[in-house]
């Protein structure tokens, strides 16, 4: 794989004399199906961490991502935009660069007639989620504000989520012989599917966060709250280098969804 983590990095967050390695190697992999009917589902029972399936007789939902592009590589650019958290990399390292990109191989929905009938003039789009159903050990959620400068309580945080979360469909003005109503195929720019900062950085990059709540840190000195950001940072990494995410794609239309 082009984008396998290699054991020592460059990239680094630098804080006063000290570093953390928050470079972070993330999978996300999967092949889901969902089949939705008017009644009953049944599945094969089988569920994994990037393995999703459920099925029923109308419309099947078939996702696969391409083997040869489902890593991403959470980083931030090398710069001093902050410097009290300034970003280094060795010009030669290639490994280490900010990858947010994955690529979907296979992205389609294949109906019955009769459910073609049914969905003519609703809104239709597929929606994908990070981690959907998983409650426990979910490895991007965080709830820990060691910063103590997010002000909220209650649901958690997540350190990445995805850049764009839904697609439209447009129906086929006729019903296709094969009943495919959807193939990313068909439109490849939608093929390539990115991620980005999630809620526990404000949806910016660590250092830009930090430095906008600076002046929100209370009591701490500059240095006990960069040393936390440190700490959340080095939490991070713990948690998301090497992991998995399940990443779901659900069929909406109208007010009924597949895959729920």
Same mark, same amino acid.
């Given at each position: 794989?082009?984008?396998?983590?290699?054991?020592?990095?460059?990239?680094?967050?630098?804080?006063?004399?000290?570093?953390?390695?928050?470079?972070?190697?993330?999978?996300?992999?999967?092949?889901?199906?969902?089949?939705?009917?008017?009644?009953?589902?049944?599945?094969?029972?089988?569920?994994?961490?990037?393995?999703?399936?459920?099925?029923?007789?109308?419309?099947?939902?078939?996702?696969?991502?391409?083997?040869?592009?489902?890593?991403?590589?959470?980083?931030?650019?090398?710069?001093?935009?902050?410097?009290?958290?300034?970003?280094?990399?060795?010009?030669?390292?290639?490994?280490?660069?900010?990858?947010?990109?994955?690529?979907?191989?296979?992205?389609?929905?294949?109906?019955?007639?009769?459910?073609?009938?049914?969905?003519?003039?609703?809104?239709?789009?597929?929606?994908?989620?990070?981690?959907?159903?998983?409650?426990?050990?979910?490895?991007?959620?965080?709830?820990?504000?060691?910063?103590?400068?997010? *002000? =909220?309580?209650? /649901? &958690?945080?997540? #350190?990445?989520?995805?850049?764009? +979360?839904?697609?439209?469909? !447009? $129906?086929? @003005?006729?019903?296709?012989?094969?009943?495919?109503?959807?193939?990313?195929?068909?439109?490849?720019?939608?093929?390539?599917?990115?991620?980005?900062?999630?809620?526990?950085? *404000? =949806?910016?990059? /660590? &250092?830009?966060? #930090?430095?906008?709540?600076?002046? +929100?840190?209370?009591?701490? !000195? $500059?240095? @006990?709250?960069?040393?936390?950001?440190?700490?959340?940072?080095?939490?991070?990494?713990?948690?998301?280098?090497?992991?998995?995410?399940?990443?779901?794609?659900?069929?909406?239309?109208?007010?009924?969804?597949?895959?729920?």
């Amino acid at each position: 794989m082009r984008k396998e983590l290699k054991s020592k990095s460059r990239r680094k967050w630098l804080i006063g004399g000290s570093l953390a390695f928050a470079s972070v190697a993330l999978l996300t992999t999967g092949f889901a199906t969902w089949v939705i009917g008017t009644q009953q589902t049944s599945g094969d029972g089988k569920v994994n961490i990037g393995v999703d399936t459920a099925k029923d007789n109308s419309v099947e939902l078939t996702f696969s991502l391409d083997d040869t592009d489902k890593k991403i590589f959470v980083a931030e650019n090398a710069g001093n935009s902050n410097s009290n958290l300034t970003i280094e990399r060795d010009e030669a390292d290639t490994v280490s660069k900010p990858d947010w990109d994955i690529k979907i191989k296979d992205l389609n929905i294949v109906v019955g007639e009769t459910f073609y009938n049914s969905i003519k003039g609703k809104e239709l789009k597929i929606a994908f989620e990070l981690q959907k159903g998983v409650t426990k050990g979910d490895i991007n959620s965080v709830t820990d504000d060691k910063v103590g400068v997010r *002000g =909220e309580t209650g /649901p &958690s945080w997540n #350190y990445i989520e995805l850049a764009k +979360s839904k697609f439209d469909v !447009t $129906l086929p @003005e006729s019903y296709p012989t094969s009943g495919k109503i959807y193939d990313i195929n068909d439109t490849p720019d939608n093929k390539t599917f990115s991620f980005t900062w999630g809620s526990y950085f *404000g =949806e910016k990059a /660590p &250092s830009d966060f #930090y430095k906008g709540k600076e002046e +929100s840190r209370g009591s701490q !000195t $500059l240095r @006990e709250y960069y040393q936390k950001a440190l700490q959340e940072l080095q939490a991070m990494k713990t948690a998301l280098n090497g992991g998995e995410l399940t990443l779901t794609a659900t069929f909406e239309y109208g007010q009924t969804t597949v895959g729920k």
